[in-house]
């Protein structure tokens, strides 16, 4: 997984404050470039007298679209370039925009109603997360406020499976071009029953998981701190509270094997991971 072309995706406010806060610090650790774009929409060109209407409308247009701009030249410096692009939703305009300038990867922030420190999923996230080329990295709400000085750790939500497998090479890769160690981790999620079959389920289930990450660690310690843990909880919120977080986590997830090959497409697992992350979350492309 490559990481030297960064696209931030930036809107007014706290939600665009939080992207881009994350988009610079990525950047920065990668020693790569950064495109932050604002997209607005299209013109409607009316007939008839009307067209007086939209040489206002168009004007207006320009002029947010250079205020956005300018506003995130302040918080990114001139370290970036600055792009308008135009599209009727701003999270399919900047998977069209990823595709014309090769980026390797789109970052936003968390839609407004969204808890603090939490990530919600509004229309952008939604449209980039069934349909980008390239991962996409979400910011949770408030991270632009006290941004970390730099990543630690990458942590993958791994599950055995080709798709699995893959989503652990990009990790490993992605965490060798960051300078920061990886961790593996299986979610075992249980009702809750003491009943003796689903204890002895759950034994299997844990001792499988064990094993499977044991496997996939397997190669990558050469040149990586790896490390490697089975998270059980009544559910998925509970399960990712029994471990520790560091202040520069990355959370990254693979998309579901029933999307698109080569596009982003959310699963049920990944998106509960995401709505519980109390750190960025990573959704990579399908690749298997």
């Given at each position: 997984?490559?990481?030297?072309?960064?696209?931030?995706?930036?809107?007014?406010?706290?939600?665009?404050?939080?992207?881009?806060?994350?988009?610079?610090?990525?950047?920065?650790?990668?020693?790569?470039?950064?495109?932050?774009?604002?997209?607005?929409?299209?013109?409607?060109?009316?007939?008839?007298?009307?067209?007086?209407?939209?040489?206002?409308?168009?004007?207006?247009?320009?002029?947010?679209?250079?205020?956005?701009?300018?506003?995130?030249?302040?918080?990114?410096?001139?370290?970036?370039?600055?792009?308008?692009?135009?599209?009727?939703?701003?999270?399919?305009?900047?998977?069209?925009?990823?595709?014309?300038?090769?980026?390797?990867?789109?970052?936003?922030?968390?839609?407004?109603?969204?808890?603090?420190?939490?990530?919600?999923?509004?229309?952008?996230?939604?449209?980039?997360?069934?349909?980008?080329?390239?991962?996409?990295?979400?910011?949770?709400?408030?991270?632009?406020?006290?941004?970390?000085?730099?990543?630690?750790?990458?942590?993958?939500?791994?599950?055995?499976?080709?798709?699995?497998?893959?989503?652990?090479?990009?990790?490993?890769?992605?965490?060798?071009?960051?300078?920061?160690?990886?961790?593996?981790?299986?979610?075992?999620?249980?009702?809750?029953r003491r009943a003796?079959?689903?204890?002895?389920?759950?034994?299997?289930?844990?001792?499988?998981?064990a094993a499977d990450?044991?496997?996939?660690?397997?190669?990558?310690?050469?040149?990586?701190?790896?490390?490697?843990?089975?998270?059980?909880?009544?559910?998925?919120?509970?399960?990712?509270?029994t471990t520790s977080?560091?202040?520069?986590?990355?959370?990254?997830?693979?998309?579901?094997?029933?999307?698109?090959?080569?596009?982003?497409?959310?699963?049920?697992?990944?998106?509960?991971?995401?709505?519980?992350?109390?750190?960025?979350?990573?959704?990579?492309?399908?690749?298997?």
């Amino acid at each position: 997984m490559k990481l030297g072309n960064v696209l931030a995706g930036y809107a007014p406010g706290p939600r665009g404050r939080d992207g881009l806060a994350l988009a610079v610090l990525l950047k920065e650790q990668a020693r790569g470039r950064l495109t932050v774009a604002s997209v607005q929409p299209p013109v409607w060109t009316p007939p008839g007298p009307a067209r007086a209407e939209e040489s206002a409308w168009r004007a207006y247009l320009a002029e947010q679209a250079a205020t956005t701009l300018a506003q995130a030249r302040e918080l990114a410096g001139e370290d970036a370039e600055y792009v308008k692009h135009t599209h009727r939703g701003s999270g399919r305009g900047l998977v069209e925009l990823a595709r014309k300038r090769g980026a390797d990867v789109v970052v936003i922030g968390s839609a407004p109603r969204g808890g603090r420190g939490r990530i919600a999923l509004g229309s952008t996230a939604d449209q980039l997360l069934h349909s980008s080329s390239v991962p996409v990295l979400l910011a949770p709400r408030g991270y632009g406020e006290r941004p970390p000085a730099a990543f630690d750790r990458l942590t993958v939500a791994y599950r055995r499976g080709p798709g699995g497998d893959a989503a652990v090479k990009d990790a490993a890769r992605a965490a060798a071009t960051l300078g920061v160690s990886l961790r593996l981790v299986t979610l075992v999620v249980s009702s809750g029953r003491r009943a003796r079959v689903a204890e002895e389920m759950l034994v299997r289930l844990r001792d499988q998981a064990a094993a499977d990450l044991r496997t996939a660690a397997r190669g990558h310690r050469r040149r990586l701190s790896v490390e490697a843990e089975v998270l059980e909880g009544r559910s998925v919120p509970q399960a990712l509270g029994t471990t520790s977080w560091l202040a520069g986590e990355m959370i990254i997830c693979a998309s579901s094997a029933t999307g698109p090959l080569r596009r982003v497409f959310l699963g049920d697992t990944s998106i509960k991971i995401v709505k519980a992350a109390t750190c960025p979350v990573m959704v990579l492309t399908r690749q298997t």
